[in-house]
Every structure is written in structure tokens, then in C-alpha cells.
């Protein structure tokens, strides 16, 4: 079936570093792809989306571009700040089937200061 | 202001009681969703419903059920037969069910079974 695999957090950084998050998928059909954001005790947020190979989502200095080849969405960031620290989900969505976003398993990304 | 609120925040409940969890919204989307968030294993999907009086199983509906008589409400009742309930429910809504649509998320509902 279709899903999605992040790698393991927690990722520590501090402030100012690159992040990357890896993040790949396996699905029947060309899926669109989603980062979404967990702040502690909240629902989540949407970040960022792309729906077609190639394409490059791009929010508050967050940047994914989905990679068909390598079957990838891998979240960067230039420099983090503190208040980026939050828990990142990746997600997948097929307009066939069921119709409803896969997610990964998260991963918690703290920044110090 | 738009969104999507669920009630309560917090419950306990204790073992054999069955409990609803309340999702309202007012965004007037089509689709609603209900999924469950352990630690460590994201969010898994429960329900889901893509039109008033219509919902499909998602992987883990053991033990739960909904309605959807409302275009604006969809809830949730855990089950006694639900064996391991204490979790973090999330509810979410998109304007329709497809491959570009953005769920838009409550702030969650946390169950814990005493």
C-alpha cells in the first residue's frame, strides 16, 4: 500500500543551522505531496505542498521539491530559528482510492539557542 | 473566524464507557476526517467522510464509529471495544477529497482511560 518514511528524530540543532528532514514515499499513481507542522499541543499546520514532479513548495524558508526519480520530498531550511522547533509530518495523497492523506511518522526537530 | 473545533480538549474515561468527541466546523468543506496520533507513529487514519451521510473505514476503525448527518459535523465515539483508546484524536476537513486538497486541522482531543 501506499506510505510514507521519515527518518527518526529527534533532530538537534542550533540556531542558525541547515536542517534538512528526509522524507520518501512509496504509492500506486502520482501522489501529491505535503509537509505539515505540529507545534507542542496543537493540531497541524500545513507548510508547504507540491503536486507534480518537479515542483518546489516554499514557506516561511522552508523548501521541498518532489523528486519522482528518487521517490523523495526532503524538507530543508537555510537557518532555523528557536521557534522553529516543532514536530514535521510528511504526507501523501492520491486523487484515486481513498482520498485521504498518508503521513509519516513525524519528526521532532529541536533548535537551541 | 473559520476553522475546524473539537471538544473537549481533554477526557478521561474510565474502562468499558463508551465516549463521543465532538468536530464541528465552519468552512463549509465537503470532507472530514478523524485520525489518531500515538508517539512515535504519526497520525493513523480512523474515519473519513466525503459527503453528509456517507463515511468509509480508514486502517484502524476497530472499535470506533461516526455519523455524518451534518455537513458541518462529524464525530466520534471510542468504543468499549476499543482495546487501547488513551490517545491524541485529531479531526480535519478539506473542501473536498482529492489529490490537491488541504486539511485544515483542530487542536486535537487528548483521551486518557483510567
Known amino acids: 500500500g501506499d506510505s510514507v518514511t521519515q527518518m527518526e528524530g529527534p533532530v538537534t540543532l542550533s540556531e542558525e543551522a541547515f536542517l534538512t528532514i528526509n522524507c520518501t514515499y512509496t504509492?500506486?499513481?502520482?501522489?501529491?505531496l505535503f509537509w505539515y507542522v505540529q507545534y507542542p499541543g496543537e493540531g497541524l499546520q500545513l507548510l508547504l505542498k507540491?503536486?507534480?514532479?518537479?515542483d518546489k513548495g516554499s514557506n516561511k524558508g522552508f523548501e521541498a521539491t518532489y523528486r519522482k526519480e528518487t521517490t523523495s520530498f526532503h524538507l530543508e531550511k537555510g537557518s532555523v530559528q528557536v521557534s522553529d522547533s516543532a514536530v514535521y509530518f510528511c504526507a501523501l495523497s492520491l486523487d484515486t482510492g481513498r482520498r485521504a492523506l498518508t503521513f509519516g511518522s513525524g519528526t521532532r526537530l529541536q533548535v537551541q539557542p | 473566524d473559520g476553522g475546524i473545533t473539537q471538544s473537549p480538549k481533554y477526557l478521561f474515561r474510565k474502562e468499558g464507557q463508551n465516549v463521543t468527541l465532538s468536530c464541528e466546523q465552519n468552512l463549509n468543506h465537503d470532507a472530514m476526517y478523524w485520525y489518531r496520533q500515538d508517539p512515535g507513529q504519526g497520525l493513523r487514519l480512523i474515519y473519513y467522510s466525503q459527503i453528509v451521510n456517507d463515511f468509509q473505514k480508514g486502517d484502524i476503525a476497530e472499535g470506533y464509529s461516526v455519523s455524518r448527518e451534518k455537513k458541518e459535523s462529524f464525530p466520534l465515539t471510542v468504543t468499549s471495544a476499543q482495546k487501547n483508546p488513551t490517545a491524541f484524536y485529531l479531526c480535519?476537513?478539506?473542501?473536498?477529497?482529492?489529490?490537491?486538497?488541504?486539511?485544515?486541522f483542530g487542536e486535537g482531543s487528548r483521551l486518557t482511560v483510567l
Open positions: 480535519a476537513s478539506s473542501i473536498s477529497a482529492g489529490t490537491t486538497g488541504e486539511l485544515f
Open positions: 507540491a503536486t507534480k514532479a518537479d
Open positions: 504509492a500506486t499513481g502520482y501522489p501529491s
